[in-house]
């Protein structure tokens, strides 16, 4: 059974850095993709940054140059570092993973930028 937990949310203020974490209960690898989505109040889901099984990494343009995913196969883990972190980003952020046709999804870890 695929388990996603996320951690490492909290409150920061403008500018600063954090690092999410994401561990699956099983190899990462046998997954087509892992990302990380967020949900802001009163928005859609969205994508923020995903990694293939190749390796191959994407992101949203607003993320571009400020996170940056990255993952262990070692310790199933992945991983999402943010920085320069503005008010906008604040939200719930989700681990995702796709294999084939399904979707599985962590519980979400809140982020919020404020001063």
């Known amino acids: 059974q695929v388990q996603l937990v996320e951690s490492g949310g909290g409150l920061v203020q403008p500018g600063m850095a954090l690092l999410l974490s994401c561990a699956s209960s099983?190899?990462?690898?046998?997954?087509?993709?892992m990302g990380w989505y967020r949900q802001a109040p009163g928005k859609q889901r969205e994508l923020v940054a995903k990694?293939?099984?190749?390796?191959?990494?994407s992101y949203a343009d607003s993320m571009k140059g400020r996170f940056t995913i990255s993952r262990d196969g070692t310790t199933k883990m992945v991983y999402l570092q943010m920085t320069e972190l503005k008010p906008e980003d604040t939200a719930v952020y989700y681990c995702?993973?796709?294999?084939?046709?399904?979707?599985?999804w962590g519980q979400g870890t809140q982020v919020t930028v404020s001063s």
């Open positions: 990694i293939t099984v190749g390796g191959t990494t």
């Open positions: 099983v190899n990462i690898f046998e997954f087509n993709s």
């Open positions: 995702n993973a796709k294999i084939e046709r399904d979707d599985y």
